[in-house]
């Protein structure tokens, strides 16, 4: 199945050494990862040395914000020309980024410099699935991509640990140093081992839709992300950035509707499958970021135990995500993606369940174990639902297709950061962080994942039933 409107250029051939090139992929998609993880444990070097401790939560946001609001735009180029040339420019601005943060000579410079790491994030994160998804067949792909997913979670126990010994025994400046090898590593395996062939044509570009789109969604995304912090959600400010986010993405879909080559089609928010599978990775993001936040602190400061054990409980659920995912493609093929994805998300429902039972008597295994589970739910959730949205369309529009799923996950997320603030704002206020509150605090934002795993149940109910299993 086809779009609408289709790429002008086609592939009409992969010559690639897969191996490698999966390596390859592993390998870029850990540096992303790493760099999302490692800047926890080295907050206090960094201020220490350049200073700005109120400016250093833009260390991650303008991280997440670069690589969120590029992506859509890095699919769209990826089904122009090609997935190669896009690899490895996000290679370079990442590699980039990481020479001029290790050299950062105060706050406001290593800020700017992590947005050039985020722009380079944006061409990696989508570039990895789509090119795994031209290069392995349906069958093959959950493996394949479980693979790559793996690599967060070894990010999520490596990370802080790497952050904190380089901070203690070195400089915070080799954080960002380190990458400089693995990106050439990263860069000279790519273009090794991956080749592919496509025709050569003139592609128009909509220039228009690419800065609507993005000056829209960096305005919508800012508001979330800053939303309750650096301004009231009711403040002047704070609902003005809102109605220009609104404004200019109004413009980009009247831009859309009349473009040769749309950055982002609409046919993507018309089809059953994909907005299906989109709506799913949303609330995955919002589930994930909502553990990935709260879990830690509340193994630490109400059950009283360090960071590390705190590391631990948390790390089940990175591991079991891409054990489920790599597994997955063995139950798809025989029973399909939406009663894989079915059998995910209910296992994910009950681990979302079982966090309403947390409070401060609770056993660190009980919360390693729950956290497992819903990993283990999410695993045979995302692959099946992303690999469907894969299949169901040509090399000339899958680039676009697994971009906007990425997008739509990073959007969870920000919404997650958004609301699950406002709860937490909302109970502790101005008083003090006692374990009783931050139990309260873990109890309603469990509420709110509950919530979302039915929601995440709901959407893939309405996967259509017959999803091809071939390309």
Known sequence: MTGTKSSSRVSVGLLSDRGPVLLAMMLSTALIALDSTILATAVPSIVADVGGFTEFPWL????LLAQAVTVPLYGKLADLFGRKPIMLVGIGLFLLGSILCGLAWNMGALIGFRVIQGLGAGAIAPMTMTIAGDIYTTEERAKAQGYIASMWGVASV???????????YTSWRWIFLVNVPLCLLAAAMVMRNFAERIERTRPAMDYAGAVLLTSGLTLLILALLEGGQLW??????????????????????????????????LWVFRRRLLVSSGVASAAIGAVVFGLTSYIPTYVQDVLGYGP????????????GWPVAASQSGRIYLRVGFRTCAL?????????????????????VWQVAGTCLLIGVGMGLTNSPTLIAAQ??????????????????????????????????NAVLG?????????????????????????????????LPRSSALSD
């Open 343 to 363: 059998i995910g998300t209910s296992i994910a429902l009950v681990g979302s369940l079982l966090l309403l039972l947390l409070d401060e008597q609770t056993s």
């Open 158 to 168: 490596v990370g802080p640990t790497l952050g904190g010994l380089f901070s203690e």
């Open 308 to 319: 590390l054990v705190a590391g631990f409980a948390l790390a089940t659920l990175s591991i």
């Open 391 to 424: 299949s169901s369309v040509g090399w000339g529009e899958r680039g676009v297709v697994t971009a906007n799923n990425l997008f739509l996950r990073s959007v969870g997320s920000a919404v997650g950061i958004a609301v699950f603030g406002a709860l937490a």
């Open 232 to 265: 009231s959600w009711t403040s002047p400010a704070g609902l003005a950035i809102v109605v220009a986010g609104v404004v200019l993405l109004v413009a980009f879909v009247l831009v859309q509707r009349a473009a040769a080559e749309p950055v982002l089609p």
């Open 430 to 462: 101005s008083g003090h962080r006692t374990p009783a509150a931050l139990t309260d605090v873990v109890q309603l934002i469990a509420v709110v994942i509950v919530g979302l795993a039915v929601v995440l149940l709901l959407a893939v109910a309405a």
């Open 60 to 63: 991650f946001s303008v991280y």
